[in-house]
């Protein structure tokens, strides 16, 4: 299946061997992507093959990631194991979720929760792509900047391929799980006194002259893994297309991924219908609502200075903005922006449907919520919301909301409006009874 790397830019289109190490476009300075010859796929065959592969203990059949190999065909040879280090990300679970769809005015929801993945978040099914690559390339240490996810991702599956990682994070910015998970699986991390955009133009520095692999989401092999997301998860839903599919965007590389894997699948046959993409963003960092929404076009402006307390998309100038425009209006879908306090909420209903998540990820059903009411998503309509991270990444935000302590980045205090207070007790049985109307 022969692969390249082409420039994204519509007018450009210049091409790279798929072994060329490039994030930008030499020509046009644009973002690049993978691109594939796909010959004779047989879309019946492809969805029999991968079904029967549930049931087999080969490492890379029980990946949801390499277990779609067929549509992410850059490395030469993928029949071995050899130079693919895979921690069976993928896998994670479509669960319907009856109360937060009744919050949100839905008449049913489902969550693709990606924070059941091996590090906790959706980075994994990119991140097993990303190091793969570095192997091939037979690159020695990888880096990135981080908002955590990424870093606590990449710091596991290089320290699993024997590469060394490298992570550059906002000091005092990341949720303190995220930062626990690096250190634990060995990471060299500096922890710089500047925002992301910031720290990303000096890693891309960095990595240029001193020969280092980067592991960011402009990284074309990682949006690459990150196809298999919605891959997986029509697959679950035996190749029914959902209308709507809902995520929350920083640096905007997940909502790349999930349009080139609609537009391939569609192309190939797998489906016959593309979903609508709604992307949500927190309301102090949120420059592609901006542009999107802007009622006469505009050129693209960053945030300079993002705040949210959803730390995993506090970034205001997101890289992956053209491929996310072209991907959001070609679906027909739509950018939406949220509150402090429709996240602090929409994330405790999501709690308490028993399933959980991180801040960033509960954006997805306060835009719903915001969405349906606006009458732009319909109440019956079928919508499926990627739950992007694991509610253990950020137990600080959980403790403050449920006691009434969490304050906005702008200091005013948030609501507590579904707060879950312990309550301190003497060890006395009778007290506890009463307490409990026994
Ligand atoms: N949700 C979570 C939990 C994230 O960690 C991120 C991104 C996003 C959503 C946004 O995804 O950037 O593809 O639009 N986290 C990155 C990181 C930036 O460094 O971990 P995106």
Redesign the pocket.
């Known amino acids: 299946m022969p692969a390249e790397l082409i420039c994204f830019e519509r007018a450009c289109r210049a091409r790279y061997p798929i072994t060329e190490v490039i994030y930008n476009c030499r020509q046009c300075g644009g973002l690049i992507e993978a691109r594939y010859e796909f010959r004779g796929v047989d879309p019946e065959a492809l969805k029999r093959l991968w079904r029967e592969r549930r049931t087999s203990n080969a490492p890379l059949d029980q990946s949801g990631v390499w277990r779609y190999r067929e549509l992410i065909p850059f490395l030469d040879d993928t029949a071995g194991t050899a130079g693919i280090a895979t921690l069976r990300e993928g896998n994670t679970p479509l669960l319907e979720a009856p109360g937060a769809a009744r919050w949100a005015g839905l008449d049913r929801v489902e969550f693709k929760h990606?924070?059941f993945n091996p590090t906790g978040?959706?980075?994994d099914n990119g991140m097993t792509c990303g190091a793969a690559q570095a192997i091939r390339l037979g690159m020695r240490r990888v880096a990135?900047?981080?908002?955590?996810?990424?870093?606590?991702?990449m710091a596991a599956y290089a320290a699993a391929a024997g590469l060394q990682p490298i992570i550059f994070?906002p000091h005092g910015n990341?949720a303190f799980g995220?930062l626990a998970q690096a250190l634990e699986y060995g990471a060299r991390t500096f922890q710089v006194e500047a925002n992301?955009d910031q720290i990303l133009a000096l890693v891309r520095t960095l990595a240029e002259r001193l020969g280092i692999y980067l592991l960011?989401?402009i990284n074309p092999f990682r949006i690459e893994g990150?196809k298999t997301i919605v891959v997986e998860m029509l697959d679950q839903r035996d190749w029914r297309p959902p209308e709507w599919i809902v995520?929350?965007?920083?640096?905007?590389?997940?909502?790349?991924?999930f349009g080139k894997a609609l537009r391939e699948l569609r192309d190939l046959g797998l489906i016959a219908k593309m979903p609508k993409l709604a992307?949500i963003q927190a309301e102090g960092a949120s420059p592609f609502y901006r542009f999107m929404r802007a009622p006469h076009p505009v050129p693209f402006r960053a945030v300079e200075h993002p705040e949210t307390l959803?730390t995993?998309?506090k970034?205001g100038d997101?890289v992956?903005w053209p491929k996310?425009r072209f991907e959001v209006s070609s679906s027909g879908g739509v950018v939406e922006m949220v509150t402090e306090q429709e996240i602090a909420d929409a994330k405790a209903q999501i709690g308490r449907c028993g399933i959980g998540?991180?801040?960033?990820?509960a954006?997805t059903l306060a835009g719903i919520r915001k969405l349906v009411g606006a009458g732009l998503i319909r109440a019956h309509a079928d919508v499926v919301a990627v739950?992007?991270?694991n509610l253990l990444?950020d137990p600080d935000y959980i403790w403050r909301y449920h006691t009434g302590e969490l304050e906005a980045p702008s200091g005013e205090r948030l609501e507590s409006t579904y707060g879950n207070r312990p309550e301190v007790v003497p060890n006395d049985a009778k007290r506890i009874e009463a307490l409990l109307g026994g």
Do not use: D, R
């Not at 990135?144 to 991702?153: P, R």
């Not at 995520?247 to 991924?257: K, T």
């Not at 998540?357 to 990820?361: D, G, T």
């Open positions: 990606q924070g978040s959706f980075k990135c900047v981080s908002t955590g996810n990424t870093s606590a991702s994070i990341i995220k992301f960011n989401s990150q995520l929350p965007g920083g640096n905007l590389g997940n909502v790349s991924a992307v959803a995993a998309i970034i997101p992956s996310a998540c991180e801040p960033a990820s954006a739950l992007t991270g990444k």
